[in-house]
């Protein structure tokens, strides 16, 4: 007699003395309506359930919200938020498109929270889902109830729950190094940046006191300028309903990674909304975000493209300025002191261009612009280098975690032989 039983796809072969119980039988579906006055908001993230921060947009209708008690599983059950769930350990409230379930007797919370948290139980929860379109494709808990859960002995669960928190704490502190690592290694980046392009190479040059509130001393032989001076701010904005503009490619902010000039993707610029206005841009020009500029977002263009309204489009003095020494001293701290001092004075943090052309911009003599520009681009890569590897353990740890969870809790892995 074989020791494993038939189980849906997303679980596999299943031990033959667990059982496959549907979600209506473990948990009743909570729909008490409250409002935030009397229960405090929670959001419902991709680290479970917390309390709502006091900056997060509220809705218009705080008195329509359903009940959250601790110990009860929430989950967003749109398709945009996958993976947004989790036991909570507070008293709150959560909007009304959020599923809440309470858990019946048998059940271990601990092991729920990682059943119904795995990767292979968010896939099967979606794939019960309906919808128009992706974005608004949810799960409704009339489908959702029907859903069978692999559920072992309560013992196991326990067993499984303790093991999972053990093995998971160990990768989390190993990702939790990493990204200290990381971010450790982006602040030397830009560090550097900001030194070679203040201070130069020759660590020995004469130095001038500088009469600006963003730079102290700089080397005797360069000059310190305007933007305006050196630099022209693009202004030809284009009609996105006249001829291919459409599928022309498109730089926004969200495609520009902060602090280092690189770019993360690209998109055609109908995947953008074809009614928003949007600027022409040159290969090779640079192109800065005005909003938000303290995450300090600047990058060259690779090619003919537009670039969202939220951004400058500009262009550099050719015969008197290096446009890598250019793209770097955007990325430098003084003029992202500059930008941000200037952006907090409205409600949208934001740059507009006669302060963008009134900074200060540090001009030292061509080649030496261009050998500061070798130097940070040699040991920038050194450094990328390493953020990298970094990255690509951080993205492995992820997978193995997942991979981890879903074994233990559909009982490929049995934890009291593995711990």
């Known amino acids: 007699m074989s020791d494993v ?3 849906p796809e997303w679980i596999g072969s299943l031990p033959r003395h667990w059982r496959l119980t549907p979600v209506g039988t473990l948990f009743d579906e909570r729909k008490e309506s409250v409002s935030d006055s009397e229960f405090p908001a929670l959001s419902v993230t991709k680290g479970g359930v917390v309390p709502q921060l006091s900056d997060v947009a509220k809705s218009q209708n705080g008195d329509v919200r359903k009940l959250v008690r601790a110990g009860d599983f929430v989950i967003n059950s749109r398709s945009d938020r996958k993976g947004s769930s989790g036991i909570s350990e507070l008293d709150g409230s959560v909007s009304v498109v959020y599923t809440v379930l309470r858990p019946r007797e048998g059940l271990d919370l601990n092991f729920a929270h990682h059943l119904l948290r795995s990767s ?40 499984i729950a303790d093991y999972l928190d053990r093995e998971t704490q160990k990768i989390d502190e190993l990702i939790t190094e990493q990204r200290g690592l990381i971010e450790t290694l982006r602040e030397r980046r830009r560090s550097l940046v900001t ?7 020759d660590r020995h040059a004469d130095m001038t006191e500088v009469s600006s509130k963003w730079l102290d001393f700089v080397p005797a032989s360069w000059r310190l300028t ?51 206005s949007k600027y022409r841009v040159k290969s090779g020009q640079i192109v800065y975000s005005k909003i938000r500029p303290t995450l300090n977002k600047a990058v060259t263009a690779p090619c003919d493209c537009l670039c969202s309204a939220d951004m400058y489009p500009i262009s550099f003095d050719s015969d008197r300025v290096s446009n890598r020494y250019a793209l ?17 004075r409205v409600k949208m943090p934001k740059v507009n261009r006669e302060e963008l052309a009134d900074l200060p911009w540090l ?52 934890v009291r032989t593995a711990a």
């Not at 799960?139 to 002995?153: C, D, E, G, Q, V």
């Open 5 to 7: 039983q038939e189980a």
């Open 195 to 201: 030194r070679l392009v203040t201070r130069g190479l």
């Open 226 to 276: 305007r933007f305006r001076f050196v630099a022209t701010i693009g202004n030809v904005m284009v009609d996105p309903k006249v001829g291919d503009v459409m599928h022309d490619v498109l730089i926004a902010p969200n495609h520009v990674e902060r602090n280092t000039g690189r770019l993360l993707a690209i998109e055609t610029a109908d995947a953008q909304g074809a009614d928003s």
């Open 363 to 414: 001009l030292p003599p061509f080649d030496v612009q261009e050998a500061i520009s070798d130097e940070i681009d040699e040991q920038t890569s050194r450094i990328d280098e390493i953020i990298s590897e970094s990255e690509d353990l951080i993205a492995l740890s992820q997978e193995r975690r997942a991979a981890l969870i879903t074994a233990a809790v559909t009982g490929q892995i049995d």
């Open 328 to 344: 770097y001293q955007m990325l430098s701290r003084p003029i992202h002191d500059y930008v941000t001092e200037r952006s907090m």
């Open 120 to 159: 292979a139980f968010q896939e099967e929860f979606y794939r019960w889902g309906s919808g128009i379109v992706a974005d608004l494709w949810s799960t409704r808990y009339s489908a959702m109830k029907r859903i069978a859960l692999p559920i072992p002995p309560l013992d196991e669960q326990r067993d």
